[in-house]
C-alpha cells in the first residue's frame, strides 16, 4: 500500500470540465474564443449542478433586463363617469318604484321589545324548604361527602356515616356546563336562607365544642357562600336579604380579626377580603335602594293624604252653599202648612237621620285624616332603625377601607340623618387622622371603638404603629434624650413586651431599665421579621370576655349585632 489511498485519484474528468453544447455537424465553433454569441445558458466549472440548468450569471457591466409586465398592462382603464352617474340614477329610480308600489312602512313600536324583556325576565324562585336539597343530601351520603358536622351522632366512625337532616346544609358548587342551577327544588327561599344563616351563626360558629375554629370557619365560609349564591341567582332584596349579608359581613369580620396569624393553608386572607368587600358593597347598594322605596311611598302617602284633605275641603264647602238655599226654600213651601205639627212629627225623624247620616261620614273623615298620619310614623320608624343599622356598616366600610378616596367620598354623601350618626362620625375622625398623618391621635380614637369597628380596623394599626415609631425616631433622635417604654407602649396601644419587640424589630434600643432611645440612623423601615398580632389579638379576646365567662355566646351576640 505504501501509504498511497485505496483508491485512485480521479483525474480531470467530463464533470470538472466546462460544459460545452454539441454542435451540429456544418456549425461553426462559436464562444469566447471565436467571437461568437455569448450562450444563454452560463454554467459553472464542474458541469450541472443537481442536475438542473442555470441562468447566466450577468456580467458587471450588463443591465439587467425588465421582467414584469409591459407598461400598458400596469394601467387602471379609466372609467365612464357619465354611465356611472346614469347607472346610479337608473338603480335609484327602480327602488322609488319600488317604495311606491309596497306603500308606506307600518311605524315600529319601541315600546315592544321593553314588554318583551320584561316579561321574559322572570327571575327562579326557590321551593326547597330545607337547609339541604333532598337529592344533594342523597347524592353527598352516597359519595361519601359529608362534612363532620353534618354526620348523624354515633355514625362518625362508620364506612359509610349517614346525614343527619336537620344539620345538613347546602354546599357551595361552581357552575359547570351541563349543570342548571336554577331548578327551583334546589333553590331556598329568602327565609328559609336567613334560618340557614342564623343556624350557622348559633349552632356552629358560636359553638364551644366545635374545634378547631378553622375548621369551623372553613365550614361556615362555604355554606354562607352558597347562601350568596342562591339569593343571586333568585335576584333577593328587601329586609331578609339585608339581614343575611349584615350577619355575612359581621362574621367575616370577626374572622379576619380571630385567624390573623394563622398559617396560609388554613386561612386566606385575600379570599377573605374579597367575599367581604363583595357582600359588604352589596348591602350598601341595599340599603340605597331601600331610601329610595321608602322616599317614593312617603311621596305617594303625601300626595294621598293632600287630595283627600282637598276633596273634604270642597265637600263642605259645596255642603256649606247649598245648605242655606235649601233652608230657604223648604222654609217658603211649608209656611202654610201646620208649622208645629210638621215640627213635633219631623224632629226626631231628622235628628236620627242627620245622626245617622254623619256619624259614618265622621268616621270616615277621621279615619281618612289619621291613617296618613299612622303611615308616616311607620315609615319614619322603619327608617329609623334602618338608619341605626346603615350607620353601623358605613362605619365599617369606612374603618375597614381605611384611606381611600371613592369610600370617603361616598360617606361624605351620606344622607345627614345616617352622616350624623355616632358611628360614622367616629369613622370619619379615624379617617381623617389617617389621611393627615396623624398616627397618635388615630391610636387615640381606635381606643374609643366597639369590638367590631376595633376587627375592621386593626389590619391597619401595624402601618399607624410603623409610623408612629418613625416619627418619634425623627422627633427625638438624641443619644441624651430616653423616652419612658411604658408612655410609648400606652400610646401604641400594646403591652410592655409586646412594645419592646417591636422597637427591636424596627431598630430601636430599649435600655434593661425600660428606656426607648430614639436615633434616626438606626430605624428600619422594613421589619427585622414578621410582626404578627395573634397574640394581641388573644388578650385583647381575654379582656373583652371577663364579663362572660362563655364565649360562644359573645360570639353569637356579636355576629347578630346584639352588643
Not at 202 to 213: H, R, V
Not at 389 to 414: K, S
Not at 495 to 508: D, F, S
Not at 539 to 548: A, D, G, I, R
Request: net charge neutral; hydrophobic share 30%; aromatic share 6%.
Amino acid at each position: 500500500m505504501n501509504g498511497r489511498p485505496s483508491q485512485p485519484r480521479r483525474g480531470r474528468g467530463r464533470g470538472q470540465q466546462r460544459w460545452r453544447p454539441q454542435q451540429q455537424e456544418g456549425e461553426e465553433e462559436w464562444g469566447p474564443r471565436t467571437g461568437g454569441p455569448e450562450p444563454e445558458c452560463w454554467e459553472p466549472r464542474g458541469g450541472l449542478r443537481g442536475g438542473h440548468r442555470q441562468d447566466r450569471r450577468p456580467q458587471w457591466d450588463e443591465r439587467p433586463k425588465s421582467w414584469g409586465r409591459p407598461q400598458h398592462e400596469h394601467r387602471r382603464p379609466q372609467k365612464d363617469h357619465r354611465q356611472l352617474a346614469e347607472r346610479d340614477e337608473q338603480q335609484q329610480q327602480s327602488w322609488r318604484q319600488r317604495a311606491e308600489h309596497r306603500g308606506p312602512e307600518p311605524k315600529r313600536d319601541t315600546q315592544q321589545p321593553e314588554q318583551d324583556v320584561q316579561t321574559a325576565t322572570v327571575y327562579p324562585q326557590g321551593t326547597c324548604v330545607g337547609m339541604c336539597p333532598k337529592r344533594e343530601l342523597q347524592e353527598r351520603e352516597a359519595q361519601c361527602r359529608l362534612h363532620r358536622f353534618e354526620m348523624l351522632a354515633g355514625t362518625e366512625r362508620d364506612r359509610r356515616p349517614k346525614a343527619d337532616p336537620a344539620r345538613m346544609v347546602k354546599e357551595y358548587s361552581r357552575p359547570a356546563a351541563g349543570k342548571d342551577a336554577t331548578l327551583p327544588s334546589d333553590l331556598r327561599p329568602t327565609a328559609v336562607l336567613l334560618k340557614t344563616v342564623c343556624y350557622l351563626i348559633d349552632e356552629i360558629a358560636a359553638s364551644t365544642t366545635l374545634q378547631p375554629w378553622t375548621e369551623v370557619y372553613s365550614f361556615v365560609f362555604d355554606r354562607l357562600r352558597c347562601v350568596r349564591q342562591d339569593m343571586i341567582i333568585q335576584r333577593a332584596s328587601g329586609p331578609d336579604c339585608v339581614a343575611i349579608l349584615e350577619r355575612t359581613v359581621r362574621f367575616l369580620l370577626y374572622a379576619s380579626y380571630r385567624l390573623c396569624g394563622e398559617p396560609l393553608q388554613l386561612y386566606d386572607p385575600k379570599i377573605n377580603d374579597t367575599h367581604l368587600q363583595e357582600s359588604l358593597s352589596w348591602l350598601l347598594e341595599s340599603y340605597c335602594l331601600e331610601d329610595e322605596n321608602d322616599t317614593h311611598t312617603t311621596v305617594t302617602v303625601t300626595v294621598h293624604a293632600s287630595s283627600q284633605s282637598q276633596a273634604l275641603e270642597n265637600t263642605h264647602a259645596s255642603s256649606q252653599s247649598q245648605a242655606p238655599e235649601n233652608t230657604h226654600a223648604s222654609s217658603q213651601s211649608q209656611a202654610p202648612e201646620n208649622t208645629h205639627a210638621s215640627s213635633q212629627s219631623q224632629a226626631p225623624e231628622n235628628t236620627h237621620a242627620s245622626s245617622q247620616s254623619q256619624a259614618p261620614e265622621n268616621t270616615h273623615a277621621s279615619s281618612q285624616s289619621q291613617a296618613p298620619e299612622n303611615m308616616c310614623k311607620q315609615s319614619e320608624g322603619t327608617a329609623q332603625s334602618q338608619d341605626g343599622n346603615q350607620g353601623e356598616f358605613e362605619a365599617l366600610n369606612l374603618l375597614y377601607n381605611l384611606g381611600c378616596a371613592r369610600v370617603m367620598q361616598h360617606a361624605l354623601e351620606l344622607p345627614a340623618c345616617v352622616r350624623s350618626s355616632p358611628a360614622v362620625r367616629r369613622a370619619l375622625a379615624v379617617s381623617r387622622a389617617f389621611c393627615e398623618r396623624n398616627p397618635v391621635r388615630l391610636l387615640r380614637l381606635a381606643g374609643r371603638l366597639d369590638f367590631l369597628q376595633s376587627c375592621a380596623l386593626h389590619r391597619h394599626l401595624p402601618t399607624c404603629r410603623r409610623q408612629l415609631l418613625l416619627l418619634y425616631s425623627h422627633a427625638h433622635s438624641s443619644r441624651v434624650c430616653h423616652y419612658p417604654l411604658a408612655h410609648l407602649a400606652a400610646l401604641l396601644h400594646l403591652g410592655h413586651a409586646q412594645a419592646q419587640h417591636l422597637c427591636q424589630v424596627h431598630g430601636v434600643a430599649v435600655t434593661d431599665q425600660g428606656w426607648v432611645v430614639f436615633n434616626k440612623a438606626h430605624f428600619l423601615e422594613t421589619p427585622t421579621e414578621e410582626v404578627r398580632c395573634a397574640n394581641a389579638h388573644k388578650t385583647e379576646t381575654e379582656t373583652n370576655t371577663e364579663t362572660n365567662t362563655e364565649t360562644g355566646p359573645k360570639v353569637a351576640l356579636i355576629i347578630h349585632g346584639h352588643q
